[in-house]
């Protein structure tokens, strides 16, 4: 971070962290961005999207970050000089570090790569100053080989050098970076084993590309493995320069040929506070990789705040949302076959939703599914005639009492259009709603007071629409169904609607987030007279139900 943000941040603040996540129930194996590992080959980084973490003090950010399309972790090491390197635990400072080796393996399950980079030496921040010129420079080397060697043949495991150094309002002299970087990339290399990434920041607090662009590519030639990559934060006058200031910052390192990841972007500098949107799309625009600062921390920049909610506001410009989006692009978690997600009714924060593994994830925000016109996020699939969607609400963030996450029918994607819905609120039971008349005022058909783990199940016969729930866990296959209500002469107006899965937050200043599993959508079951059809026309028939699953 900026020296202005870092140096406020004191390790009190650090040790005070909150580690918070979203829910979710499992976490994908994913394919890794593909870099080159010689000179002149593709610089493109654009498939590695993520944040930073503070899980050395204990947390596990990578099952939050899953829904999210996370694929790289950031992970800043306070007091390098004492973190273990393995799976234990030590107290520091009055805090706990646990291993760094546990870190990883928590990253790795979920597929993430993960970036280790020191942040603070013997209780004292490193930021700011010349590596080299450090009264514990030859200590700080021997630490970085030994984590090194902790991570040897490990392709996932980039180490950062050094977070942030060399003083923010001063030009990095290049031939001094050169020759501190030339000794850490040999601490690391020489003898280790070490095999993946070495990071190297820029210049000043690592927001000046000059040394890179200078001696970037003699740094590469210096490295055996040709297996660098180079990190450039983006604060104050990144922000200032606009999309097309920032693609020629981007455009200046790739000419050199060597490959760069932004480690930390963040909405708030000492300039004052900056919508992220052009920096995302410049990063999109060069194929960059981007980490965020930071996902859940005592800083203005976390995308969570201590509840677990989103942190965002027209004050940050919607910054968790943004980011959220970003991340969401990489494809990773994108909904399967005929699925798409839509945010209805334009709520000031647009929603999200994702796969992975039979999960789907969430992220709706608007002020309510009722009254005449809705808002909220929806991830349907087309239905024609009479079926059914069934799903188990397995998450649900509390925003609000009356937050909503279930199951739905819906005429079409207007805010005002004709719908029937299953929901669990978190105060408020399940409620089965309907909109019979587009543009009418939302009525509800049934309530009932339950709350947990909850599975949903909307069936449609004709114009009537009956809603079931269960709270009995699965025995013998079977659910055990109870009727909540029923309402008739609801007729849509295409002969394909929309099935799906709805979240709202019940407040317009936050994101709810919602996971579902055993999701279902069968159409009316066939019935068929097997002596007149013959083997062929059995085998068609299996081949054309399994198909709309």
């Known amino acids: 971070m900026t020296s202005s943000k870092l140096q406020i941040e004191t390790l009190s603040i650090l040790r005070a962290a909150v580690i918070t996540s979203c829910v979710v129930l499992t976490v994908p194996a994913i394919a890794h961005a593909t870099t080159a590992s010689i000179p002149g080959a593709s610089t493109s980084t654009g498939g590695y999207r993520g944040a930073n973490a503070w899980d050395v003090y204990g947390g596990n950010s990578a099952a939050g970050m899953s829904a999210w399309g996370i694929n790289i972790i ?3 090491i306070p007091n390098f000089d004492v973190v273990p390197m393995g799976t234990n635990t030590v107290q520091a400072d009055g805090s706990y570090l646990h291993g760094l080796r546990s870190i990883v393996n928590q990253n790795s399950a979920a597929g993430d790569t993960t970036i280790l980079c020191p942040f603070t030496w013997a209780g004292s921040q490193i930021l700011g100053v ?30 950062e050098v050094w977070n942030e150094p060399y003083a923010w309002n001063t030009p990095t002299a290049s031939s001094q970076w050169l020759s501190d970087m030339q000794t850490m990339v040999n601490s690391i290399r020489n003898g280790t084993g070490f095999t993946g990434k070495i ?15 200078n001696e970037g590519s003699a740094l590469v030639q210096y490295d055996p493995q040709h297996n660098l990559m180079f990190d450039l934060h983006a604060y104050n006058s990144w922000f200032s320069t606009g999309t097309a200031g920032m693609e020629s910052s981007f455009a200046s390192v790739q000419n050199t040929g060597v490959k760069m990841i932004v480690g930390e972007y963040g909405w708030s500098t000492s300039a004052g506070g900056y919508n992220v949107s052009p920096f995302l799309q410049a990063t999109t625009a060069k194929n960059v990789g981007a980490i965020a600062w930071n996902w859940s921390d005592a800083d203005s920049d976390t995308l969570h705040n201590s509840d677990g909610t989103l942190n965002d506001s027209p004050q940050n410009y919607n910054w968790a949302s943004q980011v959220l989006n970003y991340t969401l692009g990489t494809g990773r978690a994108a909904l399967p076959g005929a699925w798409s997600d839509a945010t209805i009714g334009s709520p000031t924060i647009p ?5 992975s593994k039979g999960v789907y994830t969430l992220f709706g925000s608007g002020s309510d599914i009722w009254n005449s016109s809705d808002q909220f996020n929806f991830a349907s699939r ?94 013998g296959g079977a659910l055990d169904w109870i009727e909540i209500g029923s309402v008739a002469a609801l007729n849509f107006t295409d002969s394909s609607f929309l099935a799906g899965l709805a979240v709202s937050s019940h407040d317009t200043s936050s994101i709810s987030t919602a996971s579902f599993v055993d999701v279902t959508v069968t159409p009316e079951p066939a019935t068929i007279a097997l002596l007149s059809v013959g083997m062929l026309g059995v085998w068609q028939l299996r081949r054309r139900i399994r198909g709309i699953q």
């Open 199 to 213: 990071v190297i920041p820029g210049g000043q607090e690592a927001g000046s590309v000059t040394p890179v662009v």
């Open 130 to 159: 010349t590596p080299s010129q450090t009264s514990y420079w030859n200590s700080y080397n021997s630490q970085l080989g030994a984590m090194a060697r902790q991570f040897a043949g490990q392709s996932n495991v980039w180490l």
């Open 74 to 76: 950031r992970e800043d």
């Open 351 to 355: 929603g999200a939703g994702s796969y």
């Open 382 to 475: 087309p239905l024609t005639g009479n079926g059914a969607i069934t799903a188990q609400v397995a998450s649900q963030q509390n925003t609000d009492p009356w937050a909503k996450a279930g199951v739905m029918f819906r005429d079409s994607a207007a805010a005002d259009a004709q719908f029937v819905a299953m929901e669990l609120t978190p105060g408020n039971g399940v409620q089965m709603q309907a909109r019979t008349t587009a543009g009418a005022n939302a009525i509800e058909i049934g309530s009932v007071a339950v709350s947990g783990t909850i599975w949903m199940r909307l069936v449609k016969t004709g114009s009537t629409f009956t809603g079931y729930y269960s709270t009995a866990a699965p025995q």
